[in-house]
T-cell receptor, first 115, second 111 residues
Framework: DTGVSQDPRHKITKRGQNVTFRCDPI?????LYWYRQTLGQGPEFLTY????????KSRLLSDRFSAERPKGSFSTLEIQRTEQGDSAMYLC?????????????FGPGTRLLVL | EDQVTQSPEALRLQEGESSSLNCSYT??????LFWYRQDPGKGPEFLFT???AGEEKEKERLKATLTKKESFLHITAPKPEDSATYLC????????????FGKGTKLTVNP
């Protein structure tokens, strides 16, 4: 059983460019979460999917951010017109959601630097 | 608003010197209290889930406990390899079960 994987691990881009990150969850997990973490802070919730449906988005997720999970498998997070404030670690987590089992398992993250 | 506060922000211990990390929470409809370990540049690694006050869980030198307002992570006779940032998170109810994290405690264990 492989864990959650994310690609790329690192991304450097110039302000104004678009970037896309990919997350592959643990295979049988039906929920997928995106979080953002800046230096010295804990991860902050961005959005989550149950199967292919995006069920909640945080106020942190501006209109420049969009996430998809086609067919309920992998997910992508796209940031359009990047800004320096978007520099952060983007973390993906997955869980097999059922009552009494809410544990989320995290991937290694994608570190984004916007110049 | 849901909130998780961890203390201290940083802790330095000598190898073998036991101590505790604190996590206080106000999370509506708490569905669980989670502890993770995070090494620099990596994603959080799951340690424990606690569901109800009075519950305790142990793993090697770590023991997590839960009360109605706080959770503690006790580290017994730590080793240098226990050095990491320890994150506490409350799982809010209401459907999403999203995690609300504290800022973490950075633990350094000196040999």
């Amino acid at each position: 059983d492989t864990g959650v994987s994310q690609d790329p691990r690192h991304k450097i881009t110039k302000r104004g460019q678009n970037v896309t990150f990919r997350c592959d969850p643990i295979s049988e997990h039906n929920r997928l979460y995106w979080y953002r973490q800046t230096l010295g802070q804990g991860p902050e919730f961005l959005t989550y999917f149950q199967n292919e449906a995006q069920l909640e988005k945080s106020r942190l997720l501006s209109d420049r951010f969009s996430a998809e999970r086609p067919k309920g498998s992998f997910s992508t997070l796209e940031i359009q017109r990047t800004e320096q404030g978007d520099s952060a670690m983007y973390l993906c987590a997955s869980s097999l959601y059922r009552p009494g089992e809410e544990t989320q398992y995290f991937g290694p993250g994608t570190r984004l630097l916007v110049l | 608003e849901d909130q998780v506060t961890q203390s201290p922000e940083a802790l330095r211990l000598q190898e073998g010197e036991s101590s505790s990390l604190n996590c206080s929470y106000t999370v509506s409809g708490l569905r669980g209290l989670f502890w993770y370990r995070q090494d620099p540049g990596k994603g959080p690694e799951f340690l424990f889930t606690l569901y109800s006050a009075g519950e305790e869980k142990e793993k090697e030198r770590l023991k997590a406990t839960l009360t109605k307002k706080e959770s503690f992570l006790h580290i017994t006779a730590p080793k240098p390899e226990d050095s990491a940032t320890y994150l506490c998170a409350g799982c809010s109810g209401g459907g999403s079960e999203k995690l609300v994290f504290g800022k973490g405690t950075k633990l350094t264990v000196n040999p």
